[in-house]
């Protein structure tokens, strides 16, 4: 998925080191907002720490372990979306997505998650779709929800979020062929 145009205003495009110094204002600009549910912010000080970032997501989606996307709205760059791992041997992609505060309630992220999960499905030909949210993050857990994943469980303790733990819901979607077959997980 190097290209996945959306809508006319939409699209996904694999991160690039060209997008760094753009991504880093994103996050450097609702900084407070998304160290809310994201541990990984307070790391993210400088455009070097984006580069690093982005370096990193490049080499794991050459490697085919992950792959990450910039999500782009109207010609800018609002949010990130991809699989943080694929687990190859059981066919199990991990999606994960943030969007940008200002970005939210538009319905942006669940089409970007509509996009990932045919992906996944399609082209990726993944049998499983594994998501966790935060507990008390209900904001993230509007979008499994909606897009048709089952709650599975619940992981206590999940996530260090600066100071303390914060548990999580895993959530589980098959591949359509497999919900067909009647399979509840």
């Keep these: 998925m190097l290209l996945h145009k959306i809508n006319p205003g939409?699209?996904?495009?694999?991160?690039?080191?060209?997008d760094a110094k753009a991504l880093f204002a994103v996050i450097?600009?609702?900084?407070?907002k998304l160290r809310e549910w994201l541990p990984w912010v307070d790391a993210t000080r400088k455009l070097v720490d984006t580069e690093k970032y982005i370096a990193a997501a490049v080499r794991e989606t050459a490697a085919s372990?992950?792959?990450?996307?910039?999500?782009?709205?109207?010609?800018?760059?609002v949010g990130i979306i991809g699989h943080n791992?694929?687990?190859?041997?059981?066919?199990?992609?991990f999606p994960?997505?943030?969007?940008?505060?200002?970005?939210?309630?538009?319905?942006?992220?669940?089409q970007c998650c509509r996009a990932v999960i045919e992906n996944g499905f399609g082209e990726l030909?993944?049998?499983?779709?594994?998501?966790?949210?935060?507990?008390?993050n209900v904001r993230a857990q509007k979008i499994p929800d909606k897009l048709g994943f089952l709650k599975i469980s619940t992981m206590r303790k999940a996530e260090w979020l600066y100071?303390?733990?914060v548990d999580h819901f895993i959530y589980s979607l098959l591949a359509p062929q497999l919900r067909v077959a009647g399979s509840k997980l």
């Design 125 to 136: 030909q993944l049998n499983r779709l594994l998501l966790a949210a935060a507990t008390d």
């Design 65 to 77: 372990r992950a792959f990450t996307c910039g999500i782009w709205a109207n010609g800018k760059i």
């Design 10 to 18: 939409l699209e996904l495009r694999h991160v690039q080191p060209s």
């Design 28 to 32: 450097d600009a609702h900084r407070v």
């Design 163 to 165: 100071d303390h733990h």
């Design 96 to 110: 994960a997505y943030w969007i940008s505060p200002d970005s939210e309630g538009q319905g942006i992220m669940t």
């Design 85 to 93: 791992r694929i687990d190859w041997a059981n066919r199990i992609g």
